[in-house]
């Protein structure tokens, strides 16, 4: 009516074309918007499944569930998981809706190929990569080839290099340690900062490795880029690339990838001189064995290019440097607290490595199966709400008769399943050699399924099926060798009146508290062995 009045009272007037040109605009604008927003909204409705989380109808109940969804999660799905036991239903996560799988789904859908379910497209939703603008590998599978084939074969030829990091690492970042007096340790920060040292020495080498300005990239790439998906957020999903490009989000995301370009550019051009001069010379060039190189032979022309090359180095080290961290977190609070476990597992290695006389090598690694079962049960249920995250490529009625329609995201509940006692025997209790006694017992030469790296429908600590974790091989070789480092040559233990601190939870993730102290002592008696010197 008042669009009509105002029309009336401009006839006639030269201002009715711009008007009628704004207020069209204003319709169109706002229909837009309408359809964005129901096609976000009705996501899930075609599937019929039961919805977890949504309290109220509307727009505004899905928007009031995502914000619940950050604080309360775990217990939103757990409550569903025992509510609709072996049933699908949704659940209104903070970034988009998730159809929760069951273990006879996973199991079908582990071989599943990307065009049916995507991890890659599923991986774009949570780092929405229209805002970060993280996806310009999206469908390459550059890293994830690279880090299972290459890294993976070359895990013998960098163990020399890794020990010698470690044992730098340690050097630097756990100065004044000595044997009379226990020092207190801000634990996380350390082991940060040693798995970053650790980790580059494998995708850079030396001497980038220990670049104090690289160090700083690697840790706070991964800060800054879930610091920025956790603002967006709370923006509606049709606005976020509008206010992502508004208020800037995404700066200090483009900070990281210009350092790392300016510090990986000088590496690169001597590389690409050097094998130049060797083709000139008619000489071979010994390539270097590390991420950059092998990254650098595997990308297509297009992406050869130092600003691609290092935009690829990052997106491992977002998959790799915090996700190591935290795991040796938990790992270690377990060890301060399940003392009766270390002085066992210290015996085995120490048995272990004297029979391979005092080499620390892969082969010795894989021997040491009561350190293996520990990681495995210190990351058992820790690692966050889901695992196998996918994205329906094209519409599909699985064997149980479940509709799933293309677009939707499909995730398992892997923390339910973990303490599920269908799963897994008595799953409240913490039992550090839970697996190894489980491989002793196991008859018929099924030792192997036990492992810390073994994967199946109900053990997804690192996801299963064709898109398994492929870098869990270089994980639980890199992470053992800390813990051998440390296990002989620190004594620790948790301040007088302190034990495990509960893991903290913040929607679909589970973290050990980063901020608690440990108190370190430097072990007395002989270093047994030369490697640890
Ligand atoms: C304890 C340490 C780690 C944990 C718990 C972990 C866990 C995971 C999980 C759960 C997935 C998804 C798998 C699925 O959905 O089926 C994954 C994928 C991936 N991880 Fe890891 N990861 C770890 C260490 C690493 C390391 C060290 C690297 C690289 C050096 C790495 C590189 C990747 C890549 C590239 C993918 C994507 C695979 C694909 O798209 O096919 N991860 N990881």
Not at 16 to 23: R, T
């Amino acid at each position: 009516m008042g669009i009509l009045i105002e029309l009336r009272d401009y006839a006639g007037d030269g201002k009715l074309h711009a008007h009628i040109l704004f207020y069209a605009t204003l319709a169109l604008l706002s229909f837009g918007l309408f359809l964005l927003l129901k096609k976000e909204f009705s996501i899930h409705s075609p599937t019929k499944l039961p919805i977890a989380g949504i309290e109220s109808p509307g727009y505004l109940g899905i928007l009031k569930a995502r914000f619940k969804f950050v604080s309360n999660g775990f217990n939103i799905v757990r409550d569903a998981y025992h509510k609709y036991p072996g049933r699908n239903f949704v659940v209104t996560t903070y970034g988009c809706d998730k159809i929760i799988l069951t273990h006879a789904q996973v199991k079908e859908l582990a071989s599943a190929p990307e065009d049916v379910v995507s991890i890659q497209h599923a991986s774009a939703e949570t780092m929405m990569i229209e805002c970060t603008g993280l996806g310009r590998f999206l469908g390459t599978g550059y890293a994830e080839e690279v880090v299972r084939v290459k890294l993976t074969q070359n895990l013998a030829n960098l163990k020399a290099g890794i020990l010698e990091e470690t044992r730098f690492a340690l050097d630097t970042e756990l100065p004044g340690c000595s044997t009379d007096e226990w020092r207190s340790v801000e634990i996380f920060t350390t082991i940060l900062r040693v798995v970053a040292r650790t980790s580059s020495r494998a995708f850079v080498g030396l001497p980038l490795c220990r670049n104090e300005d690289w160090l700083t990239v690697s840790i706070m790439f991964t800060r800054d880029v879930f610091m920025t998906l956790g603002k967006l957020t709370h923006v509606p999903k049709p606005i976020r690339p509008l206010f992502a490009y508004i208020f800037n989000s995404i700066g200090e995301i483009r900070s990281h990838k210009e350092k790392a370009q300016a510090l990986l550019d000088p590496i690169f051009q001597s590389r690409l001189e050097e094998e130049r001069l060797a083709e000139k010379n008619g000489t071979v060039y010994q390539k270097p064995n590390d991420m950059l190189q092998w990254l650098t032979d595997r990308v297509d022309p297009p992406y050869k290019s130092v600003e691609s090359l290092s935009e690829l180095q990052l997106l491992i080290i977002l998959s790799s440097i915090h996700t190591m961290s935290l795991a040796l977190l938990n790992t270690i609070f377990d060890l301060a607290e399940h003392q009766e476990c270390v002085q066992q597992i210290r015996e085995e290695i120490e048995a272990v490595l004297s029979a391979n006389n005092g080499v620390l090598d892969s082969a010795a690694l894989r021997k040491m199966k009561k350190t293996d079962s520990f990681l495995k049960e210190a990351l058992r249920a820790r690692i966050g709400l889901f695992s196998f995250n996918r994205m329906v490529m094209k519409s599909l009625t699985l064997s149980d008769g479940t509709y799933l329609p293309k677009g939707v995201v499909i995730a398992a509940p892997t923390s339910m399943f973990s303490t599920d006692p269908d799963f897994v025997e008595d799953p409240e209790k913490f039992d550090g050699f839970r697996w190894y006694k489980k491989s002793l017992e196991a008859e018929g030469g099924v030792l192997h399924s036990n492992n810390f790296t073994t994967t199946s429908p109900n053990d997804l600590t690192f996801g299963h099926g064709k898109h398994a974790c492929p870098g869990r091989f270089f994980a639980a070789e890199e992470m053992k060798i800390i813990l051998v480092f440390l296990l002989f040559r620190y004594d620790f233990k948790y301040p007088e009146g302190q034990s495990r601190p509960r893991n903290l939870n913040h929607g679909e993730f589970s973290y050990p508290d980063t901020t608690k102290h440990l108190l370190f002592k430097k072990s007395t008696g002989p270093m047994k062995f030369p490697f640890l010197q």
